[in-house]
């Protein structure tokens, strides 16, 4: 059996230029922005829509679930934080899985990532669909009609608010990095104020009693609702992949990573408990637009319903942009292995960024929006990305121990005792999905690695070139179009 082909850590960084200019990219994120694009791709429907389905799940224990949700991710922002300083690459997980593990459970990681990023472009951007009726309804009285708000599975024929927030985050993307994250920012900073508002509105009304019992399925609920939480947490990640964007990559994306998982989490938990103590756990329990329905409520008035409206449009967008940004970044690296196609590595000489696999990443994840009902895969998008955290855990023990010497900005704290519990916690949510996901995900698997072998694996650049840099290879421009 042969060794796996595995690319160095030294060899990532310069073949990326991620000490310098990367691959055609331009510097131009430090820290508030990175922080932004944290929070911009995290904070959107996993607390705007998806805490409804948490709440059905655990009562008022969602704040538990919420909290041994951000437990997992804690541990493995540690290792994410650790490598993100030493492999400032756009490659995030799927590049330090190269370094660690080797070219097919690399090949496997970014085939997973198509899951993490991919599945949830499309699901929130059908978040968005129905936060944009209840805004609409809020201002005119009216809303859109089921055929263009929906698709075929859910009464519709096809959502055609989901196809335009992707379209919308893809201009943006397209017009360059600088642009993205100002536009980021900006809405980061406005659904910021929002839940605060919300968390003002809610905890007006609070009543202890709407707090009993306060896990009305005990610890099962509070798992399964762990599980359903997770989802909120998604996308933390793609602060890594601005390794070759950000100004000091590695100082700064440690930095970020732990200041964005910190805030999120605050924030979370007081949004569930004003939510909760407001109206109840059964009220708020499988509501869409749960927020918005609180506020209306509490305030008998439906004008504060259609503000967290405003707010839940405004962040579901900005997740929308900030994950399309990370998957365009990490099939970027991707291409440049060799591992797919070469058009997703091109680089527009005039904006700096990946045009074309930019439209591709758009109209692929735009279709499944209009037209599919995504909750059946939804499990399927958390075990995937459960097994990239677990991946990413373990890549930092490897890395320890073969690459003793590597620079590294952020060492991930009480090793390997933190790591071992982020697998431990990612490999306890994965159990929860059950046997159906565990099967769907084991035939999703196999597909990658037919896939890695029938392309991947024979046009692979590491396979044809040595094994140590060359001045070539540090020196390799990126092809323009």
Not at 63 to 88: H, R
Not at 153 to 161: E, R, Y
Not at 331 to 347: A, T, Y
Request: contains cysteine; proline residues 5%.
């Amino acid at each position: 059996m042969s060794a796996p082909r595995i690319k160095s850590p030294q060899l990532l960084v310069a073949e990326s230029g991620a000490d310098r200019e990367g691959h055609g990219l331009k510097r131009t994120m430090g820290l508030f922005q990175l922080i932004c694009f944290g929070v911009g791709a995290v904070v959107g429907t996993g607390i705007f829509v998806g805490l409804s389905d948490s709440v059905a799940q655990a009562g008022p224990a969602v704040v538990v679930s919420f909290v041994l949700a951000a437990l997992t991710c804690v541990f493995t922002a540690f290792s994410f934080a650790e490598l993100g300083g030493a492999i400032p690459v756009s490659g995030s997980s799927y590049s330090f899985a190269y370094a660690g593990l080797g070219e097919s459970t690399a090949f496997l990681v970014g085939w997973c990532l198509l899951l993490e990023y991919g599945i949830s472009i499309s699901a929130v951007a059908v978040g968005w669909s129905q936060y944009v009726n209840e805004l609409l309804h809020g201002l005119t009285g009216c809303r859109l009609p089921d055929a263009l708000s929906a698709g075929p599975g859910d009464g519709g024929i096809v959502n055609l608010p989901a196809v335009i927030v992707i379209a919308m985050a893809s201009v943006l993307l397209v017009r360059g990095v600088r642009e993205s994250a100002r536009a980021t920012a900006a809405m980061a900073a406005v659904k910021l104020v929002v839940l605060l508002a919300f968390c003002a509105i809610g905890y007006s009304a609070f009543k202890d009693g709407n707090l009993t019992p306060f896990s009305p399925a005990g610890l099962g609920g509070i798992g399964a609702g762990t599980t359903a939480a997770f989802f909120s947490y998604i996308g933390f990640d793609a602060i890594t992949t601005a390794g070759e964007e950000a100004k000091n990559p590695r100082r700064d994306i440690p930095v970020a990573i732990m200041a964005c998982m910190g805030l999120v989490t605050l924030l979370y938990c007081a949004v569930a408990v004003a939510a909760i103590g407001a109206v109840g756990g059964d009220r708020v329990a499988g509501r869409p637009a749960a927020l918005s329905y609180v506020v209306d409520e509490v305030t008998g008035s439906g004008i504060g319903g259609g503000i967290i409206a405003f707010g839940a449009v405004v962040a579901i967008a900005s997740v929308v942009l900030a994950v399309m940004y990370g998957q365009t970044r990490i099939l970027m690296s991707m291409s440049r292995d060799g591992l797919i196609p070469r058009v997703f590595e091109k680089v527009s000489p005039k904006t700096a960024t990946p045009v074309a696999g930019t439209l591709i990443v758009a109209v692929v994840f735009a279709l499944p929006a209009a037209f599919a009902s995504l909750d059946a895969v939804m499990n399927l998008c958390t075990i995937g990305t459960l097994a990239i955290m677990a991946v990413v855990n373990l890549t930092v023990m490897v890395l320890r121990r073969r690459e003793p010497g590597l620079t590294r900005s952020f060492r991930v704290p009480f090793h390997p005792v933190a790591p071992l519990l982020g697998i431990a916690f990612c490999l306890y949510l994965m159990y929860e999905t059950g046997w159906r996901t565990w099967l769907q995900f084991a035939v999703f698997l196999g597909v990658g690695l037919l896939v890695y072998a029938a392309y991947g694996r024979r046009h692979s650049t590491l396979a044809r070139t040595a094994a140590e840099v060359t001045p070539d290879a540090a020196e390799r421009e990126p092809q323009a179009v």
